[in-house]
């Protein structure tokens, strides 16, 4: 089993805070293994089990709640007052009325309380209004790369893996499938994908139209990476089908497949005038995989854009707010403002080998100048420093702790 010591790290850091830990992802991100990975650490710490209350509700014998009082009266009574309880509710979202189950056990003092959800509804519902301020969110992901490399430990050739990482799925059960068959790991994802787009979006939200939905799944997939608005993909699906598609249907489709975890916004953000933009933003599917089910996807193809997505998911890892940058005329791939308010700058390319590519890519930071970090990442083995910009190998770059 993979330690995935960047999420541990931050339980452990929150370990008897007063604050809900709500940990969100896509399903089978290994959200409900985190938690037992991190159950098991307190338990060797000293805690005993008794003290360790743990209910995932995908469970068969969980699955019968039907009232959220019921199941915090059980809850409660194998809590003595006068000691301290870890409480975990994995997937606590199946609860009706979750929310209330959850703001009535943070009332108690001894309890440290986590849960889990495969969908941002956790966030956007009654939740987010009953507990401002008192509940922290870590949003779980795949494997990074490095976490990859650790799963496939046997093979030596780091090229090689990183060529399959950005061609293949890095969910942990397809990383494991994949040691023995590519068509379970296709029959895997299958599932997964429709679980979200039928259960977590079309059920929930009472969708009529579900090939509508595909559509736009797929259209959204197979442009990872480029500039969309509501308007323009109405426009492009508009074009190629006699059944008509609103762009106020698009944009609220857009929503419910950032709130599957699924897809994640990258909002645009003018770097001179210091504002969001509201229009062209750019959207980046959680596992790659996933487009080898819903497009013509090749192996090996597209690659700057599929490296521009195994980049996006790292800054999210490492912490801060993910843009698009504009800056006059010319586009930054990412800016990234992290947590103490400083800024750093990243240009995306497979390659500046050719002379245009490299003045075309470097040249974007032209107008920049202030004195935040610059990156220039590439698969190049070459590293630099030219006129203040760093030019990394994004492997080493992804390795780096």
Same mark, same amino acid.
């Given at each position: 089993?993979?330690?995935?010591?960047?999420?541990?790290?931050?339980?452990?850091?929150?370990?008897?805070?007063?604050?809900?830990?709500?940990?969100?992802?896509?399903?089978?991100?290994?959200?409900?293994?985190?938690?037992?990975?991190?159950?098991?650490? +307190?338990?060797?710490?000293?805690?005993?089990?008794?003290?360790?209350?743990?209910?995932?509700?995908?469970?068969?014998?969980?699955?019968?709640?039907?009232?959220?009082?019921?199941?915090?009266?059980?809850?409660?009574?194998?809590?003595?007052?006068?000691?301290?309880?870890?409480?975990?509710?994995?997937?606590?979202?199946?609860?009706?009325?979750?929310?209330?189950?959850?703001?009535?056990?943070?009332?108690?003092?001894?309890?440290?309380?986590?849960?889990?959800?495969?969908?941002?509804?956790?966030?956007?519902?009654?939740?987010?209004?009953?507990?401002?301020?008192?509940?922290? #969110?870590?949003?779980?992901?795949?494997?990074?790369?490095?976490?990859?490399? +650790? #799963?496939?430990?046997?093979?030596?050739?780091?090229?090689?893996?990183?060529?399959?990482?950005?061609?293949?799925?890095?969910?942990?059960?397809?990383?494991?499938?994949?040691?023995?068959?590519?068509?379970?790991?296709?029959?895997?994802?299958?599932?997964?994908?429709?679980?979200?787009?039928?259960?977590?979006?079309?059920?929930?939200?009472?969708?009529?139209?579900?090939?509508?939905?595909?559509?736009?799944?797929?259209?959204?997939?197979?442009?990872?990476?480029?500039?969309?608005?509501?308007?323009?993909?109405?426009?492009?699906?508009?074009?190629?089908?006699?059944?008509?598609?609103?762009?106020?249907?698009?944009?609220?489709?857009?929503?419910?497949?950032?709130?599957?975890?699924?897809?994640?916004?990258?909002?645009?953000?003018?770097?001179?005038?210091?504002?969001?933009?509201?229009?062209?933003?750019?959207?980046?599917?959680?596992?790659?995989?996933?487009?080898?089910?819903?497009?013509?996807?090749?192996?090996?193809?597209?690659?700057?854009?599929?490296?521009?997505?195994?980049?996006?998911?790292?800054?999210?890892?490492?912490?801060?707010?993910?843009?698009?940058?504009?800056?006059?005329?010319?586009?930054?791939?990412?800016?990234?403002?992290?947590?103490?308010?400083?800024?750093?700058?990243?240009?995306? #390319?497979?390659?500046?080998?050719?002379?245009?590519?490299?003045?075309?890519?470097?040249? #974007?930071?032209?107008?920049?100048?202030?004195?935040?970090?610059?990156?220039?990442?590439?698969?190049?083995?070459?590293?630099?420093?030219?006129?203040?910009?760093?030019?990394?190998?994004?492997?080493?770059?992804?390795?780096?702790?």
């Amino acid at each position: 089993m993979i330690i995935r010591d960047t999420y541990l790290n931050k339980l452990r850091k929150l370990k008897d805070q007063n604050l809900i830990k709500v940990i969100t992802g896509i399903r089978r991100c290994g959200k409900s293994t985190l938690l037992e990975t991190f159950k098991n650490e +307190l338990i060797s710490s000293g805690i005993s089990d008794k003290n360790i209350i743990f209910i995932n509700f995908e469970e068969r014998e969980n699955i019968t709640y039907s009232s959220w009082v019921i199941l915090y009266d059980e809850i409660i009574a194998k809590v003595n007052t006068n000691e301290k309880y870890y409480i975990f509710l994995d997937e606590v979202q199946l609860i009706d009325d979750f929310e209330k189950l959850v703001n009535s056990l943070f009332t108690k003092k001894n309890i440290d309380l986590y849960v889990t959800g495969s969908n941002a509804y956790l966030l956007s519902s009654e939740l987010a209004t009953l507990l401002t301020g008192r509940y922290i #969110a870590i949003n779980v992901q795949p494997y990074s790369f490095k976490e990859y490399l +650790l #799963a496939n430990e046997n093979t030596q050739n780091t090229d090689r893996l990183f060529r399959k990482y950005i061609n293949e799925s890095s969910f942990p059960e397809s990383v494991t499938l994949s040691k023995n068959s590519n068509d379970l790991v296709n029959d895997y994802l299958q599932s997964i994908y429709d679980t979200v787009i039928i259960k977590d979006i079309a059920q929930r939200h009472k969708l009529r139209n579900i090939d509508n939905l595909h559509r736009i799944v797929s259209f959204l997939f197979d442009s990872v990476g480029s500039y969309i608005s509501p308007t323009n993909i109405a426009k492009q699906l508009n074009n190629n089908s006699q059944k008509s598609i609103s762009h106020n249907t698009i944009s609220k489709y857009l929503d419910f497949l950032t709130q599957s975890y699924i897809l994640y916004k990258a909002p645009r953000y003018d770097i001179k005038g210091k504002e969001l933009l509201s229009t062209n933003e750019k959207y980046y599917i959680v596992d790659l995989g996933l487009r080898n089910i819903t497009t013509t996807n090749k192996y090996d193809t597209d690659l700057g854009h599929k490296l521009e997505n195994v980049v996006y998911f790292e800054l999210l890892r490492r912490g801060g707010k993910v843009y698009v940058g504009k800056y006059k005329d010319r586009e930054i791939d990412f800016v990234v403002q992290k947590p103490n308010n400083q800024i750093e700058y990243y240009q995306v #390319a497979f390659t500046v080998n050719s002379e245009k590519t490299f003045k075309r890519e470097i040249s #974007a930071f032209d107008n920049i100048k202030d004195s935040y970090p610059k990156y220039l990442l590439t698969l190049d083995y070459d590293t630099n420093n030219i006129n203040g910009v760093k030019k990394v190998n994004v492997i080493d770059w992804l390795l780096d702790d």
